[in-house]
């Protein structure tokens, strides 16, 4: 055997057994890959846990809002206006509140039809303390609205037929009890 051989054979060898070696680790190397996944996951399932906790908290949070900036968030509906993009931030700066609680909290906001109307009626959209700004209300903006508005008007209506359909039915309930 030449010594040029001998090296292609030493370098067969070593390229084999390092081949067998990242076979032998790759099954330990996909469950490392996997578990490193599902942490980078578990941040997701956090942030959609923050906006559901913002939106189960969004009556006390608005009225917390609505004392600390009552411009931006006003009681009266026919003052609301359309927020800008910097309000979000400024009240995560303000109330030192998580960024995903505060998009629940401001997406219970933006569902009240004080706001959809807002968005509707108005043009110009405001910041934290109330003041205009160069944002405009678009056209998507208004279809979302409008979107909106609908969906909380008919949920309403869906409301209160079955509250005139449980006092139909307990009214139905004491006749038959008061004529037996």
Request: net charge positive; hydrophobic share 40%; aromatic share 4%.
């Amino acid at each position: 055997m030449h010594m040029a051989d001998a090296m292609v054979h030493i370098d067969n060898a070593t390229q084999t057994r390092a081949v067998t070696v990242v076979l032998e680790r790759l099954p330990r190397l996909a469950a490392e890959t996997r578990a490193r996944l599902s942490n980078t996951r578990e941040p997701m399932k956090t942030r959609k846990a923050q906006r559901l906790q913002g939106l189960k908290e969004s009556a006390q949070a608005i009225a917390l809002l609505q004392e600390k900036w009552p411009r931006a968030f006003p009681k009266k509906y026919s003052v609301v206006k359309p927020l800008a993009r910097s309000v979000k931030e400024a009240i995560v700066v303000g109330t030192g509140w998580n960024k995903d609680y505060t998009y629940g909290v401001l997406a219970a906001w933006k569902s009240r039809l004080a706001y959809c109307d807002a968005v509707l009626r108005d043009a110009i959209r405001v910041d934290i303390d109330g003041k205009a700004t160069d944002e405009v209300v678009d056209d998507t903006s208004r279809a979302m609205a409008e979107e909106k508005r609908k969906q909380v008007l008919e949920t309403r209506r869906r409301r209160e037929a079955r509250e005139a359909s449980k006092t139909e039915d307990r009214a139905k309930a004491s006749n038959n009890s008061a004529a037996g």
